[in-house]
């Protein structure tokens, strides 16, 4: 099993949908949680963090399930410009009691006007 | 405040030839990270620096490739003998010291896109 896992999509959605993402992950010891954002052909950019039960950013709210190991994005009201991948990152302690983060291959996002 | 520079943007190699990749971290980060994106894929790591010290290079294939984070200068990620399969996108990654593990954001570089001939 992947250390994160994400359905690579790509999800189409009409403009002013909502859309969720889900991301798993394995290691039960995890302690943080990200959501980034890459544009093609650009690098990821921070877009949320997940400390505890979730938290809301304007139409972006990120949720966490410890219980079931995922946290989810949801988007309200999708905009064209939204269109872009979204990974999601892990981050806990490895073998050699370093932090380490884990990202997910990513989700694609097309908005369709 | 610059952000985490990388260069170059864009390198072509031909096969045998040697690439060195720089970053430059966010100021006052001291830890810094290297990633290797191929088209359509994911970030895969590579390799967690902090100055003049290698912590994790458990992402890093065994031969030809290798990393330094100098106590002065940029981080440089150099490969060896360049051949088509390691054309791909190398991300390099920031983050301040002291952050704990609830909180350890990473701020990624513009990225240097590798080309093999």
């Known amino acids: 099993r992947k250390e994160v896992e994400q359905d690579p999509g790509p999800f189409n959605v009409p403009e002013g949908a909502t859309v969720a993402f889900n991301c798993t992950y394995s290691?039960?010891?995890?302690?943080?949680f990200f959501w980034y954002r890459q544009d093609c052909r650009k690098e990821p950019k921070l877009l949320m963090s997940?400390?505890?039960s979730g938290n809301e950013d304007g139409r972006f709210t990120a949720q966490l399930n410890r219980a079931s190991q995922y946290i989810s994005l949801l988007i309200r009201d999708s905009k064209l410009s939204d269109s872009a991948t979204y990974l999601c990152?892990?981050?806990?302690?490895?073998?050699?009691?370093?932090?380490?983060?884990?990202f997910g291959t990513g989700t694609k996002l097309q908005v369709i006007p | 405040n610059a952000g985490v520079m990388q260069n170059p943007r864009h390198l072509v190699r031909r096969r045998g030839q040697e690439a060195r990749l720089r970053c430059s971290p966010m100021?006052?980060?001291?830890?810094v990270y290297w990633y290797r994106q191929l088209p359509e894929e994911g970030l895969k790591f590579m390799v967690y620096?902090?100055?003049?010290?290698?912590?994790?290079e458990s992402g890093m294939p065994k031969e030809r490739f290798s990393a330094e984070f100098p106590k002065e200068g940029p981080s440089i990620l150099r490969i060896q003998q360049v051949v088509r399969g390691d054309s791909a996108a190398y991300f390099c990654?920031?983050?301040?010291?002291?952050?704990?593990?609830?909180?350890?954001?990473?701020?990624f570089g513009a990225g240097t896109r590798l080309s093999v001939l």
């Open positions: 990152a892990v981050n806990g302690m490895n073998s050699g009691g370093y932090q380490k983060v884990t």
């Open positions: 990654a920031s983050s301040p010291p002291g952050q704990t593990l609830a909180k350890n954001i990473q701020y």
């Open positions: 100021k006052g980060h001291s830890h």
């Open positions: 620096l902090q100055k003049e010290n290698i912590i994790d």
């Open positions: 997940v400390y505890s």
């Open positions: 290691n039960s010891a995890s302690q943080s």
